[in-house]
C-alpha cells in the first residue's frame, strides 16, 4: 500500500494554490447555480504550462461533457504563489471552488475557519485508492481533501554527470556525499543545485537532517504539543551547517528559484549545469519541463536522502507529502463530484503520466514506469515511515519560521541555535 505510513500526527493538514492576479469577485469561488438551473465552479490549480495544464483542461473537459450544465472555469497558478494568494481569497470570502491542498497545518487551520467543506468520497474512490492516503486530509473523522499524488523526497542526480566525475555509486552516507560534492567540484560541475530564492527548497535540507536526527516519536510529539526542546533539533541544524561548509551548492543559490525558468534550480538539472537536487516526486515533472526539447531528462536518476551518524531518526524513513484538491465552503456538490470523477484510473493514470510522479490510487501505480519514479515508488513502499514535509506537519507559523531561519543559516546570518528559537516562538502563537 502505497501510503500507508504516512505520520498523520492528529490528522493536521496544509493547503496551497492561488491566483497569478488578484481576484476579481468573478475568479473566486461561485458555488452559485445560473438562471436556467446551471452550475459553474472556479478550480485553482498550479500547472501553468505543458503536460499537466494540458491534462487538467482535457480532464474539465470530459468531465463537463459527462455533466451537462456544469461549467468549470480554470485558473491556473504558479507554484511559488500559491499559498499567499489562496490565504488571501480565503480570507476575503472569495475562494475557489476547487482549490490545491497538500495536507497538514494549513489545510486544518482553514478547516477550522470554516473556510473549507467535508468532501463526499466515494465508495469507488475509496477503494481504489485506500483509508492511507486520506489520512493527512481528515480532520476530526472527516475528510477535506482528496489525494492526487503521493510525493516522497529524495535527491535526483544526473547520471551523465556522475558519470564525467567518476562517481560509479550513489551516495549512502552523508560522507559519501560530500565525497560526491568533492568529485564534482573537481571536474568543474555544480554539485547540487538549490533554489534558496523560494526558501522551502533550502528548508528541505533541514528537514531531512531532522529526520535523521529526531526520532519518530520526537516528530509526533512536536506535531502534537509543538514543542522542540529535544537536542535533535539543533543538531539537524549543526549537521546542516557543516553540510554547508563544504560549498555543495551552485553559485548564487541564495538568488536561485526553484522551478521558474532554465535558471532555477530544476532547470540547472534539466540543462546538465548542476548534478544534484533535493526535492519530491514532483521534480520530474518540473525538470522534464525545462528540457531543451521538453521531454523528460534521459539521464534522470534518484536515490534516498543519506543515512547519518549519531541520529535517532530509523534508517530508511522518508519524509514527502502528498497534492490534493478540496472544496471551499460555498462550493456546490458537484465540487465533490469533479474529485470523484477525477480519481477514476483512468484519470489518476493521466495525472500520473502528465505530471511524471506518482498516483496516488494504488490501481493507476501500474502506469509508472520512469526509472526514477520507480526507484522513488520501491523505497517508499520499503521505508518503515514516512513524515510529512515539516512546514506541512507543524503548520504555516512554524513552516515559515523554519523555512525563514534555514535561509539565514545557509547565508551566514544565523545558526542552529536561532532556527530553533524561531520555531519556538511561531509555535508560541499558534
Avoid at 459527462?66 to 504558479?78: E, H, L, R, S, Y
Avoid at 519514479?373 to 519560521?401: C, E, F, I, M, R
Wanted: hydrophobic content about 40%; charged content about 20%.
Amino acid at each position: 500500500m502505497i501510503a500507508r505510513k504516512l505520520l498523520a500526527v492528529s490528522a493536521v493538514m496544509v493547503m496551497g494554490a492561488a491566483g497569478l492576479t488578484a481576484c476579481s469577485g468573478d475568479d473566486g469561488g461561485s458555488g452559485d447555480s445560473t438562471s436556467g438551473g446551471d452550475v459553474e465552479m472556479t478550480f485553482w490549480h498550479n500547472s501553468t504550462t505543458g503536460e499537466g495544464k494540458a491534462y487538467w483542461d482535457s480532464t474539465v473537459k470530459d468531465f463537463e461533457a459527462a455533466n451537462p450544465g456544469v461549467t468549470i472555469k480554470i485558473q491556473a497558478i504558479q507554484n511559488e504563489d500559491m499559498d499567499g494568494k489562496l490565504q488571501t481569497a480565503l480570507n476575503s470570502g472569495d475562494a475557489p471552488d476547487i482549490f490545491m491542498a497538500r495536507g497538514g497545518g494549513k489545510l486544518a487551520d482553514v478547516v477550522e475557519a470554516g473556510q473549507a467543506q467535508e468532501i463526499a468520497v466515494d465508495d469507488a474512490t475509496k477503494t481504489a485508492t485506500g483509508d492511507a492516503a486520506f489520512s493527512a486530509f481528515t480532520i476530526d473523522g472527516k475528510v477535506y481533501g482528496m489525494p492526487m499524488s503521493i510525493l516522497p523526497g529524495g535527491i535526483y542526480y544526473s547520471k551523465d554527470l556522475f558519470e564525467q566525475a567518476g562517481i560509479t555509486e550513489t551516495p549512502k552516507t552523508i560522507e559519501d556525499l560530500e565525497g560526491a560534492v568533492d568529485k564534482l567540484k573537481a571536474a568543474g560541475i555544480a554539485p547540487i543545485a538549490l533554489g534558496a530564492k523560494d526558501a522551502w527548497p533550502a528548508a528541505h535540507w533541514y528537514y531531512f537532517f531532522a529526520l535523521r536526527a529526531c526520532s519518530k516519536d520526537t516528530l509526533d510529539k512536536a506535531a502534537a504539543d509543538m514543542t522542540f526542546d529535544d537536542a535533535c533539533w539543533q543538531k539537524a541544524g549543526d549537521d546542516l551547517a557543516a553540510f554547508s561548509d563544504t560549498d555543495p551548492f551552485n553559485e548564487g543559490f541564495l538568488t536561485t528559484s526553484a522551478q521558474q525558468g532554465a535558471g532555477s534550480s530544476a532547470g540547472l538539472l534539466a540543462n546538465h549545469q548542476a548534478a544534484m537536487e533535493l526535492m519530491g516526486a514532483w521534480d520530474p515533472g518540473v525538470i522534464a519541463s525545462l528540457t531543451p526539447d521538453k521531454k523528460p531528462l534521459a539521464d534522470l536518476a534518484w536515490f534516498p536522502f543519506p543515512e547519518i551518524s549519531g541520529g535517532d531518526g530509523e534508517a530508511g524513513a522518508m519524509m514527502g507529502g502528498l497534492d490534493g484538491f478540496s472544496c471551499s465552503k460555498d462550493a456546490p456538490a458537484e465540487c465533490s463530484k469533479f474529485l470523484n470523477f477525477a480519481m477514476q484510473k483512468k484519470y489518476q493514470e493521466g495525472y500520473a503520466n502528465a505530471f511524471h510522479t506518482l498516483p496516488a490510487s494504488k490501481e493507476a501505480q501500474g502506469v509508472v514506469t520512469e526509472p526514477a519514479l520507480v526507484d522513488v515508488l520501491n523505497t517508499y513502499n520499503d521505508a518503515p515511515y514516512v513524515s510529512l514535509w515539516l512546514d506541512t506537519l507543524y503548520g504555516q507559523n512554524v513552516g515559515n519560521a523554519l523555512n525563514t531561519g534555514v535561509v539565514n543559516l545557509l547565508a551566514g546570518q544565523g545558526d542552529s541555535a536561532a532556527i530553533v528559537q524561531g520555531v519556538v516562538d511561531a509555535a508560541a502563537k499558534e
